[in-house]
């Protein structure tokens, strides 16, 4: 993490974990207005919010992820 | 503490015979010198086996809660007019009686399945400190008295004092009198220094990240997960842990240090509002990794967040099960 900060051109690798019904749907109206947005964000749909395992975030983590965004 | 024992010993007789308990658990002595080892008594004359002193070490909450589940298990397919209720005795001291406040805050079992005989409690000796101070030989022999312990080993004899090789965990202990119980045994022992019991971990919040992410994995490294903590602790008791998953596979079951990572982390966060540092986990270790620091630090979060501790009151609902109006929100922010 310390090496990758000092590094500029680095780019954090984000996990998105969002639901269906809102965050989803927010930045799938966002696709529709061909609003850009950053690629180092990867999203996950969930039917809910609720159905989020604290396990989903540390998989993410230990997958790889630099972050995880819980969005919903 | 002889007085003490010999109540406790004329107590479980007592329960016995009157047939109030089905089974007591108590601690016995050990096969090893200076140890001493759960054990379960059903008849009045064995109740002779009882002992209570500094080397009770094990959480005896975590065997109430097996032997109530067999017991319920094996009445499944009893008709329910023919079901036999069980009452399990257990001699508790503080973090014992808060571990059984958090499994029948849970609703684990009936208050009336469970005797809890009430010991004051000055703490327990570490046998890992034991055998670091005696010179990290075998204890051959051994003997307590009076503050006192006398320590054998191959490279000779030895005096260490008790306090010395207490577990940390009693040291910093807030509640080591029982906080329920059905009949206690012997006066209330005088308070620890309760007072410092967050400073380990104050002192670890003071560091910076990298050196607090490169304790955790080096900590973490030791781990050979043998699982050892799980069994010990009285909140796990999930019939199917996590670990033992394999739809989905949360943790891997190759020696990956990441997977060793995620067992441990995800074991911490399950014991949010539920650990009673009673300090099982850390007395079983055979790798002597410090999950303690982990663990208070996650209390000392709770307190502050929730203003709960595990299992200190009968009236208390578990900090994550529960909704108040006056929950700290400052999480919410506007950036």
Redesign the interface.
């Known amino acids: ?2 090496e990758n900060l000092a590094n500029k051109e680095w780019e954090p690798k984000f996990v998105a974990i969002v639901c269906n019904w809102c965050t989803y749907a927010g930045a799938d109206l966002a696709g529709i207005s061909r609003i850009q947005y950053p690629t180092n964000v990867r999203i996950i749909r969930v039917p809910c919010t609720g159905r989020i395992n ?2 989903y975030i ?2 993410a983590l ?1 997958s790889g992820a630099d972050g995880v965004l819980v969005s919903g | 503490m002889e007085n003490i024992e010999t109540k406790l010993r004329e107590e479980a007789q007592r329960l016995l015979l009157e047939k109030k308990a089905d089974v007591i658990i108590g601690y016995e002595k050990g096969t090893l010198p200076l140890t001493a080892t759960p054990c379960f008594i059903t008849r009045p004359e064995e109740a002779e086996k009882l002992i209570w002193n500094n080397l009770c070490t094990q959480n005896l909450a975590k065997f109430v809660h097996d032997l109530i589940t067999a017991h319920k298990n094996s009445q499944k397919r009893v008709k329910p007019e023919d079901r036999k209720k069980k009452v399990i005795g257990v001699v508790a001291r503080g973090c014992t009686t808060r571990s059984i406040i958090i499994h029948l805050q849970e609703r684990q079992y009936d208050r009336g399945e469970v005797y809890i005989i009430g010991v004051p409690c000055d703490g327990y000796v570490e046998s890992k400190k034991l055998r670091t101070a005696a010179g990290g030989a075998d204890i051959i022999e051994g003997d307590m008295e009076g503050g006192q312990i006398k320590v054998k080993t191959a490279e000779g004899e030895k005096t260490v004092a008790l306090k010395e090789v207490l577990s940390d965990s009693c040291r910093t202990c807030r509640y080591n009198n029982p906080i329920i119980s059905d009949v206690m045994v012997g006066s209330p022992a005088p308070a620890m220094n309760p007072e410092a019991e967050y400073d380990q971990v104050k002192e670890f919040e003071a560091k910076s990240i ?1 050196e607090r ?1 490169a304790y955790f994995t080096k900590e973490m490294a030791k781990c050979i997960r043998c699982n050892a903590c799980r069994q010990a602790c009285p909140s796990c008791y999930c019939p199917t842990c ?1 670990a033992e998953q394999s739809m989905p596979q ?1 943790v891997g079951i190759g020696e990956d240090a ?2 060793t ?2 067992f441990q ?2 074991r911490l ?1 399950h014991m949010v509002g539920r650990c009673v540092d009673c300090g099982s986990c850390v007395a079983v270790c055979p790798m002597g990794v410090d999950l303690r620091n982990f663990l208070k630090k996650i209390d000392k979060d709770c307190w502050e967040m929730f203003g709960n501790r595990a299992g200190s009151s009968m009236e208390d609902m578990p900090p994550l099960g529960k909704f108040s109006e006056n929950d700290k929100e400052d999480f919410i922010y506007n950036p």
């Open positions: 993490m310390a604290p396990f540390v998989k230990q | 990298e992410w996590f949360w990441t997977d990572q995620v982390f995800m966060y």
